[in-house]
């Protein structure tokens, strides 16, 4: 039974030990993850017509993917974002947004008993920025989202002191700072961070990024992806085996 991931640069995964690992526990014999570097979305397509039966997708294909899908799960599809796909007949594939999920428990797991603040500043308007977007609006949080591209609310030159303190949580979910990238971080005015801030970077690799690093100099609370990458694989799976009825 194969699975993979999908994504460009695949360098910094965890993904393929992450679950090479869970499939040894479980004493699946057979069972094979691997990462596809594809350059191009559209080299996409002989891996959809293989043998493969489910797939993660990680940056920059979570948004263009759905064009190649059969059938979106409602909340992706409110979402606009997918990041795992099943097989769910010949040559047809069903998308889901684990990392919506992933968010949720992660921030909530994070917070404990402290009330989530009200405000939250989300770098980067991508595939894993839409997911976060939503569940924070579920959970009744305010994002402004901080972007390059055109696509966001703001672009980073318009960030200030007064946006910043009226910002309690940041979330970078932009590929700056990952390995091997590991000199980056957002531009973002760092001064102003404080221990009143809830910093979390959806990166994993490295453990503590540039950004992460910054931010704890000011006193904030940080927090990296690697708890969300599990959660959100875990579900990943649980739909997978759904599917796959295995």
């Not at 499939?23 to 002989?46: N, R, S």
């Not at 999920?101 to 500043?121: D, I, K, N, T």
């Not at 977007?133 to 591209?149: A, E, R, W």
Request: aromatic share 12%.
């Amino acid at each position: 039974m194969r699975f993979g991931l999908i994504g460009y640069p695949l360098g910094h995964s965890f993904s393929k030990e992450y679950f090479t690992e869970k499939f040894h526990q479980l004493g699946l014999e057979g069972y094979t993850y691997d990462l596809f570097p594809i350059a191009e979305m559209h080299d996409v397509l002989d891996i959809l017509k293989s043998d493969i039966v489910g797939l993660n997708i990680t940056i920059p294909y979570k948004t263009s993917i759905l064009d190649y899908l059969s059938d979106i799960h409602p909340q992706a599809l409110q979402i606009g974002a997918v990041n795992t796909i099943a097989k769910t007949g010949h040559n047809s594939w069903k998308g889901f947004n684990t990392d919506a999920s992933g968010f949720r428990q992660c921030v909530q797991h994070w917070f404990g008993s402290e009330p989530l603040p009200e405000r939250a500043l989300i770098l980067g308007s991508g595939g894993t920025s839409k997911a976060i977007q939503f569940i924070l609006s579920d959970l009744g949080v305010k994002s402004t989202v901080v972007s390059s591209s055109g696509k966001g609310d703001m672009p980073y030159a318009a960030l200030s002191e007064e946006v910043i303190r009226s910002h309690q949580l940041i979330v970078n979910t932009t590929p700056l700072g990952m390995y091997t990238d590991l000199l980056s971080c957002p531009d973002i005015p760092y001064e102003f961070i404080s221990s009143q801030h809830w910093v979390f970077d959806v990166i994993y690799n490295p453990a503590n990024t540039l950004f992460l690093r910054r931010s704890q100099q000011m006193g904030a609370k940080t927090k990296n992806g690697l708890e969300m990458l599990y959660l959100q694989a875990d579900h990943a799976w649980e739909i997978w085996k759904h599917y796959g009825n295995f």
